[in-house]
Structure formats: structure tokens, C-alpha cells
């Protein structure tokens, strides 16, 4: 077996300030020094998988090839490696425990008193080791979520001090902390980290790094702070300000020499060259574009409390600023809540300022008549409409409503006893409804689609065969499809056996860009390969700016 490398990432003093896009940095800075990388999530929470939860609870869900529903640091790995990775990658308390209890159900702990330590450690480091040998990694990344310091964690550090026991020399640490700047005092404080290191401490493990956030770089009076207090060298404290843009992480983080400090902490061979060539380019082009391009995403998920969530629908907006950025134009993107368009906050008409509408994925019935009213606009001005999953189904119900003329159109999702369910919920789903099995039980991960030639969807792959990710209980009734097609919306994509609508589009005589995709397009779109069909729909955005 190959000699494989781990680093661990954790939070120290608070959440929320970057752990997921410093794992990914570290992954990145370590892929273009020439090393095979791969990363792991590992969740404190119950739950045995992040489909369940409320996306106001959790933010985006992030459906992977194999269909496993993972957080969202999940999609920030793959954008960063441009990797797909699988549930191997991603693990919870709940799976964690899962597994346990199955094993010992199944007598494979041969009669064994199974404990909570060793034993719940012992498949942590199981999980971690299967996902570095599937990946044949040089070096394994795994970000344990959470606060050095929570109760919920403290196993999972666990895990990680008894790996590093197993493979001495191996085993990095890196804490990401965070320093505040109190208005007040204009001076950024050390002491907060300082304890976050003890904490860490007495969970027998020690920081080899530390990535200082803060909202101003670190000076090198506080790294030697920071240094003498965590008994670390000060070399080994990485400045990490705010930044416009999570993708100049990696590049500040070389200019503290992050990746060549974790070479040496690894005993793997140091002054490798970090080619971030072409990332720099990638970067270069998000502060470049002038022509600013404005977007309006409708979507019911926005507000929670007094907050706005953007999170909830990260890989929708992060997918499409890769593909305006390849277009030299800024996406301005503006969340719509589409209460506020029932409500008459928002006056629909008021869409005429924008250059294309975007519906993203969504359930149940909340903000759903908002959402028909802003498609039925985009369709008769001719605005440029992408609708992924749910904004394709509610596109070909507004279709059926406003074009068929079946006014009752409905999903059955929300409306059982409409008399034209043109969405319905798929055959093989019913029972699991019935039954009320709701875990994992949607149609997940990726499926092979045939688009029609000469449509506006195969002209933007540039192909009559695509794979993508989906994650959907219902579908386009099928006793429809005929009926609907007749009348001029055109199903350009179907599962592979002919029978699933997986693309709704107008023709291009009758729209430039009126589209709608059964599946999530945006969990695989990659900086480096900005998806197709969003820069296709950017495309029609431009035009159709020009034109106003
Ligand atoms: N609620 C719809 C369904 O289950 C759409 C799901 C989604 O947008 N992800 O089919």
C-alpha cells in the first residue's frame, strides 16, 4: 500500500468563518504541487445524511455522482479539485453510528463488548483510510466540522489523535481560527485562539498550522504571539483576511507559505513549485469583466428571520459566475423572494430590469405562485428563464396553465386533486411517500439523458448524450408529454429508456433562451469548466441586455 499522508483541519474559537474553503484551499495548494489529493467532510450531526434537513437549517444540499446528499463543503471540494468524489468522502455522527450498529447486529465484532471508544474511532479512521485508498491519495484532507470545544465533536478528534498514533509522522493539524478586531479597541486580539489551541490541547492533539482569520492581515507582532502561546513556530501562523473572493484563498495562503510548511510537518520532500498558474488566470477573470449582467434568482429560501441565506442555493450561484467570467461580464445577482411577489411587495413588471431570470430546486408549496408569475413574465417578454428541477416543473405547469389552457395545472406535489397533474409523482416513489421513508429515497445522483438534435439544449453541450446530477421525486407526467409537446413547449431531453423528461425548452423561433433542466446542472459546474448550459443561458443574457 502506498504511503498515504492525512491533514485534519478544525475551528477554533467560532463557525461560519471559512473552515470548508481553507480545507479546500489546502487541498488545491497541495494538487498543483503535483500531489493526489482528495477531501473528507465529517458532520457532528445526527442526521445520517444532509437530505433531510431544512436547507434554512442547513444551506444547500449537495447531490454527489453516486447520489449521496452531503453538505455543501462538499461542492467546494469539487469545485476547487475538480474531482467527483462519493459518499466515501462524507460522513456524519448518525452514519458513523449506523455502521457501528449494523457490524453489531451482524456478529462481526465476534462477540465483543462494543464501545463508544475505541470502537466509534476506530470506523472514523475506517471511513478516512477507504476514502484515501479509493482516491489513491498522496494526502487526505478531512475537515472535522464543528468548534474545537463542542461536546458533539470531541470523537471525531478522538479519531484524528489515534490516527496520527497509527501513522506517526503522517498526520498534520491545522486550526483555523478567528482574531477580532473590536471596534472599541481598533486592535486584533490573540487571546480567543490562545484558548481554542488549549481546548485543543486537551483533546491530545496540537496545532502544526494556524490559519488566523480575521477581517486584516496578520502582523508578524501577533504571529509571535500567537506562536509563543500555541506552540508553534511563527512561520507556521497563516495570515488569512477577508477576501472579495473565496477563490484568492489558495493564493494568499502561498504568500505565507502555507503549502511548503505543510510539506515539511508531512516529511514529504518540500520545495515542489505551486503551479497556480492556471487558477491565477481563473481569478484574474472574476475581477476583470466591466459589463455587468443582472440576474434575478426567484426562489422561496431566502429569508430566515431577518437574514438573507444565499447559501441555500450556492452551487446555482457559484455556477453561474463561472460562466459569466468566461463571458468577460460581472453577475450581478439579485434573490427575489417569491412571497414577496404574491404579496405584491415585488411587482413582477419590475423583472424588466433584469437581463434573465433563474428559478433553482425547491419543495413544497410556499412562494410557489410567485415563482409561475415571474416564469409566465420571462416567457412573454422573452426574457432569458433557466429553471432547474422544481423551475422546470413550474415551468410546465405555468405552460399548461397559461398556453393549454388548463387552468388547474398543478404538481401533485401540492395539489392532489387537481384535474391536470402535468407533474406527478414518479411510480417507483410512491411507496416510500406512502410509507413515509423519506431518507435517500428521492431519484439521486447522476443519470444519462439524450437530448434531441438541433434543440437548444444539444446546441449548448454540444452533444446528444449528458450525464448530471439529479435529486427529484416527481417528473413530467408522462400521459401528458404528447398533450404539452402539441401545443409548442418541447421536451428536448428524456432519460435514456425515453420515458423521463429531464429538458423542457421553447423553440428558438418562438424564445432565445427559455429552459428548464429536470436535473441540477450546477453541481457540476467547476471554475475551471464553467458548465455548458449556464454559459449558454450567460450568452442570452448579454444579448438580451443589449437589447433592452
Ligand atoms: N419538489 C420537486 C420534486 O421533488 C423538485 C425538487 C428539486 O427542485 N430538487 O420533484
Redesign the pocket.
Known amino acids: 500500500m502506498k504511503h498515504r499522508k492525512y491533514i485534519f483541519v478544525v475551528g477554533g474559537v467560532m463557525s461560519g468563518v471559512g473552515k470548508g474553503i481553507a480545507s479546500s484551499s489546502i487541498a488545491k495548494i497541495l494538487q498543483v504541487k503535483g500531489f493526489r489529493v482528495t477531501a473528507l467532510k465529517i458532520d457532528p450531526y445526527i442526521n445520517v445524511d444532509a437530505g433531510t434537513m431544512n436547507p434554512t437549517e442547513h444551506g444547500e444540499v449537495f447531490v454527489l455522482d453516486d447520489g449521496d446528499e452531503t453538505d455543501q463543503d462538499m461542492g467546494n471540494y469539487e469545485r476547487f479539485l475538480d474531482v467527483d468524489l462519493s459518499r466515501v468522502n462524507y460522513m456524519t455522527t448518525g452514519r458513523v453510528y449506523e455502521e457501528v450498529i449494523r457490524k453489531e447486529r451482524n456478529l462481526e465484532y465476534k462477540g465483543k463488548n462494543v464501545e463508544v471508544v475505541p470502537d466509534i474511532p476506530l470506523e472514523v479512521i475506517e471511513r478516512i483510510e477507504k476514502a484515501a485508498d479509493k482516491a489513491r491519495a498522496d494526502i487526505t484532507v478531512i475537515e472535522i466540522g464543528g468548534t474545537v470545544g463542542e461536546y458533539q465533536n470531541i470523537i471525531f478528534l478522538e479519531a484524528a489523535r489515534m490516527l496520527k498514533s497509527k501513522h506517526h509522522g503522517d498526520v498534520a493539524f491545522v486550526m483555523v481560527s478567528y482574531l477580532p478586531v473590536p471596534s472599541k479597541i481598533g486592535e486584533m486580539k490573540t487571546k480567543p485562539t490562545q484558548y481554542a489551541s488549549r481546548t485543543l490541547n486537551s483533546a491530545g492533539v496540537q496545532a502544526d498550522v494556524i490559519i488566523a482569520r480575521s477581517e486584516a492581515p496578520l502582523d508578524q507582532k501577533r504571529k509571535e504571539k500567537i506562536a509563543v502561546f500555541c506552540n508553534i513556530s511563527a512561520d507556521r501562523v497563516i495570515s488569512a483576511p477577508d477576501v472579495n473572493s473565496i477563490y484568492d484563498v489558495p493564493i494568499n495562503f502561498e504568500k505565507d507559505h502555507l503549502g511548503e510548511n505543510l510539506l515539511e510537518v508531512l516529511n514529504l520532500p518540500s520545495r515542489r513549485k505551486t503551479n497556480l498558474k492556471e487558477w491565477t488566470k481563473f481569478v484574474k477573470k472574476t475581477k476583470n469583466g466591466k459589463k455587468v449582467i443582472n440576474i434575478a434568482v426567484v426562489g422561496k429560501y431566502f429569508d430566515s428571520g431577518s437574514f438573507v441565506l444565499s447559501d441555500v442555493y450556492i452551487s446555482v450561484l457559484e455556477a453561474l459566475k463561472f460562466s459569466a467570467y468566461a463571458n468577460n461580464v460581472k453577475p450581478k445577482l439579485t434573490y427575489i423572494n417569491s412571497k414577496d411577489i404574491e404579496n405584491k411587495k415585488f411587482k413582477v413588471a419590475e423583472l424588466s430590469k433584469y437581463d434573465g431570470l433563474l428559478v433553482?430546486?425547491?419543495?413544497?408549496e410556499a412562494g410557489v405562485e410567485g415563482i409561475i408569475m415571474a416564469i409566465r413574465y420571462a416567457r412573454e417578454r422573452k426574457m432569458p428563464f433557466f429553471g432547474?428541477?422544481?423551475?422546470m416543473?413550474l415551468a410546465v405547469i405555468e405552460f399548461s396553465r397559461n398556453v393549454c389552457g388548463w387552468k388547474d395545472s398543478h404538481?401533485t406535489?401540492i395539489s392532489k386533486s387537481t384535474k391536470h397533474p402535468v407533474?406527478d409523482?414518479?411510480p417507483e416513489q410512491k411507496t416510500y411517500l406512502a410509507n413515509g421513508k423519506f431518507g435517500a429515497t428521492?431519484?439521486l445522483g447522476a443519470y444519462t439523458a439524450i437530448l434531441k438534435k438541433g434543440s437548444l439544449a444539444y446546441k449548448s453541450y454540444g452533444s446528444n448524450q449528458i450525464s448530471e446530477r439529479?435529486?427529484?421525486?416527481?417528473?413530467v407526467n408522462p400521459e401528458y408529454i404528447a398533450l404539452i409537446e402539441d401545443k409548442g413547449l418541447i421536451f428536448s431531453g428524456k432519460s435514456k429508456d425515453g420515458r423521463l423528461c429531464e429538458i423542457a425548452e421553447l423553440p428558438a423561433r418562438v424564445h432565445p433562451f427559455f429552459l428548464g433542466t429536470?436535473f441540477?446542472p450546477e453541481f457540476k459546474a467547476r471554475p475551471l469548466k464553467p458548465h455548458k448550459l449556464f454559459t449558454a443561458f450567460i450568452r442570452a443574457t448579454i444579448k438580451h441586455s443589449r437589447k433592452k
Open positions: 433553482p430546486g425547491g419543495f413544497g432547474l428541477c422544481y423551475g416543473q404538481t406535489e407533474i409523482v414518479m428521492m431519484r439529479h435529486r427529484h421525486r416527481y417528473e429536470q441540477h
